[in-house]
Structure formats: structure tokens, C-alpha cells
């Protein structure tokens, strides 16, 4: 069990605010390349750890070391509990999401997952399957908000698949809804039409309220990134993205601060990767949003490198990356661990409120891009290649170095 249960924190969208910020601190926070120990700690937290499936394990003892550290070094003290989930779950428990890692994903403050899936459980009937699982836990925290950013590091431009000059300089977020439209629309299932054949049918709905809560989140967000924010739908054939752009354009009434523009989905993707660098912030429905910032994370170089938000108008936040569970190299020391970590350090300023730990995670990142470390997805000549475990490690001595950028 976890050493800590604390209660819950409400989301003021999109971000979730420390009350305990105004403790004392025992070191300044940005004092670069002053070394300065773990602090007596002020501040608590319960966090909820879902390794999952294939990567997901390893990656996740990257991240928890590194959250860790950064987290002692602010006078942050965590309280982990580790849980099944996925194919983990159903070969012990069999569901994908027991009815106690729900529990204890609730009570906690914030929840760190891994990887969900693999081959083995590919043939599974669909309540049994492990992404089954994430959506039950997506639906059971209400985190509705899924935010997905794709900026690519000038350590890495050129492991985009783009020209130089098209990808340098990305820096994009996508504002996904999480817990709505064709994922979880009814009715849905198997049946038979008139002629005989079998078809398979799902719903794609959403209501006003729907769509109004994930319209502000992007706003808000938009606002505190550069002031620009694109709805993509597809307004021209389905009537759910009719009643997407007409609510959205209503609620951009709300922030005539910010620049609202339309797009429908195909042409999204297309500038996605003509023209990256004219977007700023992205708003758009369960699938389309699931799709385009896959896509938008092959503009940086490599999936195993964009970490995610989930979040909820109360309750704890979902953390994870963006990656699968890449069960062709799970327990190779194979893996890519810095979307995780990265995904920590969301964890960190989304969830609780801790930016300067947050800052302490990020800015040790771009110090281990910056000292040559990479993993094999993210490799080219003249780095040196590194494993899992090992980039772990170099994260590490980049926080306890305090790396950080100058005030």
C-alpha cells in the first residue's frame, strides 16, 4: 500500500495548483550547476504507478527514480504503490483493469502508466482485451482532457523524418478529447443487415457539455502557450463535428485574446507535415486527436520521446507516454525511457503544481540529448548508444547536477 492517501485536488483548467507551494524550501530552486542535497521534505504525495505490459515495467523504474530525485531535491516526498494493469492484470486477476487498481488509482494524486498490450492478448474477446482496460480507467478517473505535446529538440532534428527546415523549430500541443465520441459512443456492436451480412457499427456523439469542457481546457491552454489555437473536425459530412465547430466557436467568444481557426481532419494531417510550424495548439475529438498527434510525434524524431497528459475536473491526473508497449524489445534494455520521465515531469507541473521539480526533470533531459546519450530509436553517428537503463542513469546525474537554464 501507499505510504500516503491524500485527498484529491480540483482541476482549474488546464493546470492543477499546489496549495502547499508556499512552504519553505530548504535550496534555492534555479541556482545551475550548484549541487545541493535531498531536503528535509514539506510536501506529500500519493502516486499510483501502472507499469502495464512489455516496455512498460522498465520504463516506468526509469521514471519513478528520476521523479524521485528531482522531487526530493524541492522538499517533495512520494508515496508509491504499484498496481496491475492490462495484460499484467489479466493473467493475474483476470480483467485488465482489477477493481482495486481503480481504487487505489482514485485515492491517489496522480497516476504514472506505462504501457498497456501486446501480441499475447491480441486474440482476446474485447472486454478482455488490455486496452479495454484504459479506457475503463480513463472513464473511472473522468479525465477528459488529454494533452499531448510534439516539440522538437534541436538535439534530435535530425532524427525527423521531415527536412530540416520543415521540422526545426515544432513546437506544437494537441488538446485531445478523451472520454467521448466514436470510443465510447452507443449504440456499438456486431449485427446483421438486411442482406444477410454482418456488420460491425459504432456511434460518434457528443454532447454540448462534451464538447464545451474540452473547448475551455484548449483556450486556457492556447492562452498560456503562444495564442493560437485550430479546432480540427470534419463540419463538412458528420453532424457530431457540426455541433463540434458551432460550440467551439461559441466558446472562443469567452478568450478574444486567442486566434480560433478550423480545420477539417484530412487537411490537418496533411499540413501536419507540410507545414508544421503553423500550429500552435490543436483541439479535436477522441479519434481525430488519437491519430494526429501520432502523427505529430513522428515530426520530432520518435514516439518513444512525447509524454501525455490526462486530466479531469477533480481527481487525480493520468500520465503516460504516447508509445506502445513494443513487446518485440520488452526486457532487451531496448527501450526509449525519456517519454516516461518526460511524462513525470507533466506529472509534476500539471498534476501537483510542482514546476521547479518539473524543471529539474526537463531541463536534466536536454542535458543527456546534450552530452550525446541516446537510445537506438533516436541514434545517428557521432552519439553514443545507449540502453534503457543506462539512459536512466545519465538523466539522473544530470539532476543531481542541477543543470538548469539561468533565470
Known amino acids: 500500500m501507499a505510504s500516503l492517501q491524500l485527498n484529491s485536488k480540483s482541476l482549474i483548467a488546464p493546470f492543477r495548483h499546489n496549495n502547499n507551494t508556499s512552504l519553505p524550501k530548504q535550496c534555492p530552486p534555479r541556482l545551475g550547476s550548484i549541487r545541493c542535497g535531498a531536503t528535509t521534505p514539506t510536501r506529500r504525495y500519493s502516486i499510483t504507478l501502472l507499469p502495464g505490459d512489455g516496455i512498460g515495467p522498465e520504463v516506468i523504474s526509469v521514471a519513478k527514480g528520476v521523479l524521485s530525485l528531482a522531487a526530493s531535491l524541492e522538499g517533495i516526498e ?65 479525465v477528459f482532457a488529454n494533452l499531448r505535446p510534439a516539440t522538437v529538440l534541436p538535439q534530435l532534428v535530425d532524427a525527423s523524418t521531415l527536412k530540416k527546415e520543415v521540422a526545426e523549430g515544432v513546437d506544437l500541443l494537441v488538446v485531445r478529447e478523451l472520454t467521448g465520441g466514436i470510443y465510447f459512443g452507443k449504440p456499438r456492436g456486431f449485427s446483421s443487415n438486411q442482406n444477410g451480412d454482418e456488420i460491425g457499427f459504432n456511434t460518434e456523439v457528443y454532447a454540448t457539455s462534451e464538447i464545451d469542457r474540452i473547448a475551455r481546457v484548449a483556450f486556457e491552454t492556447a492562452r498560456k502557450r503562444r495564442g493560437k489555437l ?119 507541473k500539471y498534476g501537483l503544481g510542482e514546476n521547479n521539480a518539473a524543471e529539474r526533470i526537463e531541463a536534466a533531459v536536454l542535458d543527456t540529448l546534450n552530452r550525446g546519450f541516446r537510445t537506438g530509436d533516436i541514434y545517428s553517428d557521432g552519439n553514443t548508444l545507449v540502453g534503457c537503463k543506462q539512459m536512466g542513469e545519465e538523466v539522473l546525474k544530470s539532476v543531481e547536477s542541477e543543470v538548469l537554464d539561468p533565470l
Open 230 to 348: 485550430c479546432s480540427v473536425d470534419k463540419a463538412n459530412v458528420l453532424e457530431a463535428s457540426m455541433l463540434w465547430r458551432r460550440r467551439v466557436t461559441a466558446i472562443a467568444l469567452e478568450y478574444p485574446d486567442v486566434e480560433l481557426t478550423h480545420m477539417y481532419v484530412d487537411n490537418a494531417a496533411m499540413q501536419l507535415v507540410r507545414n508544421p510550424k503553423q500550429f500552435d495548439t490543436i483541439v479535436t475529438n477522441n479519434i481525430f486527436g488519437d491519430i494526429l498527434s501520432d502523427e505529430a510525434s513522428m515530426i520530432t524524431g520518435s514516439i518513444g520521446m512525447l509524454a501525455s497528459a490526462s486530466l479531469g475536473e477533480k481527481g487525480p491526473g493520468l500520465f503516460e507516454p504516447i508509445h506502445g508497449s513494443a513487446p518485440d524489445i520488452a526486457g532487451q534494455d531496448k527501450a526509449n525511457p525519456l517519454a516516461t520521465v518526460l511524462s513525470a515531469a507533466m506529472l509534476l
Open 78 to 142: 512520494f508515496g508509491f504503490q504499484e498496481m496491475p494493469m492490462g495484460g499484467a492484470a489479466l493473467d493475474l486477476t483476470g480483467v485488465p483493469l482489477p477493481d482495486e487498481t481503480l481504487s487505489a488509482a482514485r485515492q491517489s494524486d496522480a497516476v504514472l502508466l506505462g504501457a498497456i498490450g501486446g501480441y499475447k492478448w491480441d486474440s482476446n474477446e474485447k472486454h478482455l482485451k488490455p486496452e479495454t482496460g484504459l479506457l475503463q480507467l480513463r472513464e473511472g478517473l473522468k
